[in-house]
């Protein structure tokens, strides 16, 4: 393999572009942050997925799919969800296995591959007790109140990899804090249940049941799966502090290694029509209002298009996710959908252009991936079968899966050879064509706007030999 020369990404923890090189290349290791199952996912979650998923397909290119582990967690314990649970009247579990099951279903449409192994929090309490420990028994965490706490001024760089120094973090402190805090910027490994929250015997002999915090669960989870440092920790850029920088603390001074994972990749925020997504603002878009109610738009949209409009903007940049960018990645993926409609049978050989391999390796540039996949457009447009092939074979690695699109393609095709839509059409247009005459506009507008909503377009033009205007209609796509 000789692209490790080439192969750069943009690294929080060094804050330069380097080189990728995998600790080890039979075992290249990733590890992402995943969701916390209390709700629907929302768009701003799906944007790592799409980004991480787009890193482990090239990884698995580069290296080979059976030498690539990519590790995606599953937050199963969290005060959300006990609320959430509480506010529906479910139980925790029924809240957590239909929230996982509807997050794959999303993300699976989005088109991305399941990881290699979802560990679950609640599946690694263990690991994480015995992490907890291991930090006591070294100096780094305290137990106090029924609490264990990492005593962050046992660390001599805490801070690095946000940038922070502990000194500014503490000015910056709130000002109450919890009394059993040695330090306000000391985190919670461990803490208390409440009656009615899920609990567990705490690690160091702590008899009441407790639970962990949030961020020793990756920690634990990481090392389980992936050993003590790693290749690839990534996640949105919210997640840099406190979450990443105290999973560093912990799994750093537990193993008393050098770093956890060498390279760190953040995303970076996104907007929905220039605005800052929240609930009060009503422009809370979940994938599944995407997908499947007409939240955005008036209508659902397919997974490929969604996925598209996410890989536009390189993964570094803050993103505006609009219905303009949506309407624009499906009407691309329209076209390169008719083109590849008339594809040989015999493309599956087809090998991916080192084009697209060497945009995605310039610290995974999708914006001139795509670029590349245009370029390809142009040549097949001109003929060039070889381009035809090598579009589909690129869309395939990018995991855009153009099924649906496909099938709404079909279904306008199969629609618009129905004799009774024809005739209903021909005779809707016969009655505008009169009401024009008797310049009734307001019913030939009424007429237009019946035949629009079902999806047929009227199209007006003068017949220039007989000066007449006439009418014809096509189903919009
Ligand atoms: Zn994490």
Not at 270 to 282: C, R
Not at 283 to 292: G, M, R, S
Not at 389 to 410: C, H, K, N, Q, Y
Request: hydrophobic share 40%; glycine share 8%; aromatic share 6%.
């Amino acid at each position: 393999m000789s692209f490790d020369h080439a192969f750069k990404l943009t690294n929080t923890l060094t804050r330069t572009k380097d080189v990728f090189v995998p600790e080890d290349r039979t075992n290249v290791r990733m590890y992402v942050c995943g969701p916390t199952v209390y709700d629907y996912a929302h768009i701003g979650n799906a944007r790592p997925v799409v980004v991480f998923d787009t890193l482990f397909r090239l990884l698995r290119h580069l290296y080979g799919a059976e030498h690539v582990t990519y590790v995606r967690n599953i937050t199963d314990v969290d005060d959300k969800i006990n609320a959430r649970a509480a506010a529906e009247g479910v139980s925790i579990g029924e809240l957590t296995e239909r929230t996982a099951a509807q997050y794959h279903a999303d993300m699976r449409a989005l088109g991305a591959l399941d990881p290699t192994i979802e560990p679950r929090a609640t599946e690694h309490i263990a690991e994480m007790k015995a992490m907890i420990e291991q930090l006591v028994a070294k100096g780094h965490a305290y137990v106090a109140e029924g609490h264990v706490l990492f005593d962050v001024g046992s660390m001599a760089d805490y801070g690095k990899l946000s940038g922070r120094s502990l000194e500014d973090m503490q000015a910056g402190a709130r000002v109450e804090v919890a009394p059993y805090k040695k330090d306000p910027m000391d985190f919670v490994l461990w803490k208390p249940s409440k009656e009615g929250e899920p609990g567990w015997p705490g690690p160091c002999g702590i008899e009441e049941p407790g639970r962990p915090g949030w961020h020793i669960e990756c920690s634990a989870m990481a090392r389980r799966h992936l050993g003590e440092t790693f290749d690839i920790h990534g996640g949105g850029a919210d997640l840099v502090f406190p979450h990443h920088e105290n999973e560093v603390a912990q799994s750093r001074c537990s193993h008393g290694t050098e770093v956890m994972a060498r390279y760190w990749l953040h995303n970076g925020f996104l907007q929905v029509e220039g605005e800052k997504m929240s609930k009060s603002l009503g422009n809370f878009i979940t994938v599944h209002d995407l997908l499947e109610t007409e939240k955005l738009g008036g209508r659902v949209w397919p997974g490929a298009a969604i996925r598209l409009a996410l890989l536009m903007t390189h993964y570094r940049q803050p993103l505006d996710f609009t219905e303009k960018s949506l309407s624009e990645a499906e009407g691309l993926l329209q076209k390169w959908d008719a083109l590849l409609a008339s594809m040989p049978a015999d493309k599956a050989d087809t090998k991916v252009p080192d084009a697209l391999v060497e945009a995605l390796c310039d610290d995974l540039n999708t914006p001139r991936a795509i670029a590349v996949l245009h370029g390809l457009a142009r040549e097949a447009r001109g003929g060039d079968t070889q381009a035809k092939a090598a579009l589909a074979a690129s869309l395939d690695f990018l995991g855009v899966d153009l099924t649906g699109i496909r099938a709404a393609a079909e279904e306008v095709t199969a629609r618009a050879a129905d004799p009774e839509l024809a005739a209903r059409v021909d005779g809707l247009i016969a009655e505008r064509n009169a009401a024009r005459a008797a310049k009734n506009w307001g019913e030939a507008d009424r007429i237009r706007d019946l035949l629009a909503a079902e999806g047929v377009v009227l199209k007006d033009a003068r017949n220039a030999d007989t000066g007449t205007v006439e009418t014809t209609w096509e189903l919009a796509r």
